[in-house]
């Protein structure tokens, strides 16, 4: 069993930064590939970025490709969600989620076991 819990949303203005953590609880943090998603108000959720177990091999949705980074450290049973140049269409609640059934993750939602409870983001214009 893991616990994810998810820190660091808030308001910020349009072209701001936030970097979101995501701590695990429970034992073998790297052997789960673990992916950040967000959710809109009256949208579906949808995959920001995922990174391997490793760490070696990071993934993003196009809309975020260049503006957002994602790292774990395995040492701390932490990933985090590097935020730049936001827009406020990036305006969500947002997840981490770990998926322990694969090495790379996954871009769907039903491959992730484990979800933390969310957290707000909010970018004004």
């Known amino acids: 069993q893991v616990q994810l819990v998810e820190s660091g949303g808030g308001l910020v203005q349009a072209g701001g930064s936030l970097r979101l953590s995501c701590a695990a609880s429970?034992?073998?943090?790297?052997?789960?590939?673990m992916g950040w998603f967000r959710q809109a108000l009256g949208k579906e959720r949808d995959i920001v970025a995922r990174?391997?177990?490793?760490?070696?091999?990071?993934y993003y949705a196009d809309s975020v490709e260049g503006r957002f980074t994602i790292s774990r450290d395995n040492a701390k049973n932490t990933v985090y969600l590097q935020m730049n140049s936001l827009k406020p269409e990036d305006t969500a609640v947002y997840y981490c989620?770990?998926?322990?059934?694969?090495?790379?993750?996954?871009?769907?939602?039903?491959?992730?076991?484990?979800w933390g409870q969310g957290t707000q983001v909010t970018v004004s214009s």
């Open positions: 990174i391997s177990r490793s760490g070696g091999r990071t």
């Open positions: 989620a770990a998926a322990p059934r694969y090495y790379y993750g996954s871009a769907y939602i039903t491959d992730y076991d484990y």
């Open positions: 429970g034992r073998s943090f790297s052997s789960y590939a």
